[in-house]
């Protein structure tokens, strides 16, 4: 077999190395112990004992156990026993919000999908709408009102604020401040004009640790107006990130996640696609997206801009403010990548974008803005709307409340949600401020690192739980509707809020109509009330676009203001990155088990942070991976271990937040290391200063990087637009073999419904949204780190990931991966007891009732995609964690083998709509938890013999490819082949 | 030399031969019956909170089935009805009958009566009532003659073996719509020609693939 014309693509650093302990991990097909029980009993002992205690207890079991079945009393109209039905509602996120439609069975919502009509989701998701649901859910929330920490009534609380409430009444909220989360609601909004009305003197901060601050301030400089802003990444075809990462961790990343693939997306019609630049200090998935990725260190980011914004100016581009600003010391290279990015910008004026992500400071937003406005960027791929009802986080704020609290001028603290001790500016000392304040009410879901501060804590409902309202990133305004009764009590922060203002209580649902019956001033209120409450949204509220006037002379002394020689980090002297985890984003779902296991969509980490540098920097210092390192930064220190990423910028190491918490929850207390331990307020992203040096001591951390890998093979095939040009059908050409041919006689599956999926690896981002919807729709347990360290993870849908290239400046590609569906399925051959057969709609079931686990299925699978339960995960959960279960899949148990169904409870319900109204499945009709949920719509799944299937058009594309097809296995499942679009003035890496 | 083993242990392999297979073959007909759901199953007749009789409501006064099972046409559940469905009647008829003082008590307390489950397949089964009953398969083919019983016992045996039978030859089961939950419901003379000509209006694919009922 000859593999001609692929890239020699690598999954990890061990594996290019080829080291012994690689070799030997590979040629074991369960990773080293798996097979060993997990405790100190060996295999024979258990079997002795089992085949003891069976003699003993065998036909005791032999009762039929009783069921019971329990109706209603009074039946709700609208519910139908077995029938899912599903409410449209919002799920607020820092200033913005993400529509979703939840699916619920029988009053107990069990799935987030997003909402169509939503511009924040188009029926997409991301891995944390997916995962909230599990959250709703979690048993370590709180239920109880506590004083001092101890269990009070909510009545009590009431009491005691009546009291309170007057005397601050009187002195007009002088001695009062509030703390919240940013939000973008319009009742929050209308609670906190009264919150200031009633107490004019007060203090009110809003503040989050990972928030747009610099974006807005950014706006601010450049126009004078606080301004967001919307990109549509579908109209340019020409796109810069500055340390952007777009397609994940900053805001509103669905709806640009699906406008950047369809930028990408080639057919027939269409046979071109946008490039992307990417210049950021630590790889992203956005990196890996790119056609061109710089590595260059945070702090230098600003430079490469200005350099950009001169290099325009050279070119022609009318960019008063640049007159006079020195050009930036730049290396070779980097002055060649932006001299060849101001071209193609230059030819693509108004139909580009430069982006800048929320971790830059603002005077890069500005000059961004500037920039976009020149080439006439601005109202076509990036647009800037004035956001409403916004309390935007403002460090200045939290500063000027910590400063009013040290004075002894606050004797009352009202904390509205977030974590503010465990993620606040470590030189701020917030926790120790608290102890000065006479009362503070903390109003959260858990009893975290805040609530053990506060005198106060008022347990909060989980939004899906409450009502309420907010605005997504473009304004629309958005509604946010309960599927559940509270499960623990608890009020919504509206209904705190309105509380403490009033000192009366009112539901929550009566606080947020009456805000809407302003939103919806005229007549016939409550029609179109009800048609908010269905759609979830209102329509055609999304703000208007500003008119842009930039100021340049302010641009220009902001510029001149900037260093031109920037000093280089070094190893004595390296930068510290402070980095949004895609798993826990800032720490708030630190608690929540599928986020923990999800492996980052870089590192491939579980249940852990790591301090990443470049292979160079960790050669420097001596460390290698799991080594624990002592970093220190402004006299403050934090030990963590190393991962070794290739493609972070040298002498730059990045930490991710939202780990190392202290009161999350049984999942996430001491998980990982609290990078928040370092961050200051005046850097809270990136800073020079940081020494690294080694403790001897190592930790070990849990990677799904290397399991199941598939020796080298081209597995990912890619190339650039020009080859496609040439030859479109260059990815089947990667592979030769000799004619297949099967021994069995095949079977025709030429009738009926026959199911295939295909999945364009130009469109997949590698986020991890489908494993974490996969994980929702199919039951699939969490298994824990070290169950993961064992190479027991459980995800049906795995997302490989591969660097390509030299090691120091390598590109990534991702793939995800589920059970391939093949028709000569490998694993049917070897089932002893025909567990795994194939139906005729050319599904390869898997029979968990027939699995007796000999492993056998999973040893020949060519892909290593089938999960074997190592143990009961299931038997322990708690009653509330039971309750996100979908009904209509298996709960599976010890010893059974399981794997991807192509989501057959959901086939099996469009077949039963479909025979009621007698009528075909139509296309689209039939969607996959991962197709739904994949935010660039990479999946296409359906009745591949259908020929104006979208998924039979998918696999006529010449892109298209079987992963290991040269096995003659056949899979269902086949890959359309990626493309890059470099730039040829740029030589390949 | 003395024999070391008496003569009669000249037959002992012969009888343990014998035997033993005899031994076996008891067994495993023993297990196979007496394990089987036709033995284990059939018949149960669990007591049920509320002495309410199938006989009497089905039978005697003819209520259709679906006047309390009333999503069975249309969710894969066919649904013990709310208590609200007993009072509906209840409120006038029998209003102070000891034998519904449960009903009554579930009434005024909101508290749901806990009936006994008679008919339980597996958890890893999905039946869907609604692809049956609007597909010509009456209810009597699994449940039996509900309408003669005062409590309800299981007819059938409910094992897969038993769905497959069915799945692979439903002619014989199959009947007019209207006829569904008729429990007195004879096949007519031409029932070959009747299921056939309905297969094909149906579009009449019953599965037999494990992926039709596991998930």
Redesign the interface.
Known sequence: MNHSGGQKHWRSLEQLADTAEFRQFLHREFPQGASEMDNSWSRRNFLALMGASLALAGLTGCRRPEEKIVPYVQAPEEVIPGIAQRYATSMPFGAGAYGLVVESHEGRPTKIEGNPLHPSSRGASNAFMQAAILDLYDPDRSRHVLHKGHQKSWDDFVTFWREQRSSHVDDRGASLAVLCEPFSSPTMARLKREFLNTFPNSLWAAYAPVTDESIFDGTKLATGELLSPVYHFDQADIIVSLDADFLLTESDNVANARAFANGRRIDLQRVDMNRLYVAESGYTVTGAMADHQLRVQSSRIIAVAIALASELAAQGLQLDYMRGIPQPDLSADQLSWVKAIARDLMQARSRAVIVAGRRQPAVLHALVMAMNAALGNIGRAVSYVSPKDLAPSNTADLARLSAAIKSGRISTLIVLGGHPVYSSPVDLNLPESLKQVETVVHCGTHVDETAQQASWHLPETHFLESWGDARAADGTASVVQPLIEPLYGGRTAAEMLQFIVTGNEVRGYEIVRDTWKALLAGADFEKRWRAVLHDGLLENSAAPSATITIRHQEIHDLLSQQPSEFKDAGISNLEVNFAVSPSMFDGRFANNGWLQELPDPVTKLTWDNATLMSPKTANELGVGNGDVVSLTYRGRALEIPVWIVPGQADYSVSLELGYGRSFAGQVGNGVGFNAYALRTSDAPYFDSGLAISRTGRTYELATTQEHGSMEGRPLIREGTLDEYRKNPRFAQEMVEHPPLVSLWKDRAYNEGYQWGMAIDLNACIGCGACTIACQSENNIPIVGKTQVRKGREMHWIRVDRYFEGDVDNPRMAHQPVPCQHCENAPCEQVCPVAATVHDKEGLNTMVYNRCIGTRYCSNNCPYKVRRFNFFNYTKDYHETIAMAQNPDVTVRSRGVMEKCTYCVQRINEARRTAKREDRQITDGELLTACQQACPAQAITFGNIIAPDSQVAKAKADSRNYHLLGELNVRPRTSYLARLRNPNSELSEA | MPQTFPRWTNALPAIVGVGGSVLVAASALAFWYYGSPRY??VG?R?KQPVPYSHKLHAGDLGIDCRYCHT?VE????A??????TCMNCHKLILPESERLLPVRE??AS????????VH?L???V?F?H??HV??GIGCVSCHGNIAEMEVVAQQQPLNMGWCLDCHRNPDPHLRPLQEITNMKWVPPQDQAQFAALSKKDW?L?P?V????C??
């Open positions: 284990t199953d149960y669990p999503t249309v969710s894969p559940s649904s013990v009805p709310p208590t609200q579930s009434w909101g508290r749901p009566i806990q009936w006994t489950r339980k597996p958890d890893y999905y869907d609604s692809a609007t597909r579009r694919s599965p693939d494990c992926s039709g596991h998930r």
